[in-house]
């Protein structure tokens, strides 16, 4: 299957993530997430992860975004470079920043979303 970033469910969740708005990103991905077959349905799970967890660093639960995010990367770590068209080494990247901003201490506010960057 092949995501297509540009329009429909997938395209108004990117828009809204980027728009800080990850609860109704998470429900538009789980849209289509529902349906997908492997190995694109563990991929979007991924990032849907990401937006929950940044949900929950909005409200100031710490703890859950942690976990979240690990859990993203436990998935997202078994994806090339790029899949589904989405940079997936520049989103790894970005998630294991935020997990050491969070070790470090770093106020909720000061931490901005992974990338996810269409490629």
Not at 79 to 92: C, K
């Amino acid at each position: 299957m092949k995501f297509d970033w540009t329009e429909g469910a997938l395209a108004e969740g990117l828009r809204l993530y980027e728009a800080g708005e990850f609860f109704t990103a998470h429900e538009e991905w789980e849209s289509v997430w529902l349906g997908l077959p492997e190995p694109e349905k563990t991929f979007l799970q991924g990032l849907i992860q990401v937006t929950a967890a940044f949900h929950h660093l909005r409200q100031d639960n710490r703890l859950g975004t942690t976990r979240l995010l690990q859990a993203a990367l436990r998935r997202l770590d078994r994806y090339p470079e790029s899949f589904g068209g989405i940079s997936v080494a520049l989103l790894r990247h970005d998630i294991r920043e935020r997990l050491q901003g969070l070790e470090a201490g770093e106020k909720g506010s000061q931490l901005v979303s992974p990338r996810i960057q269409p490629c």
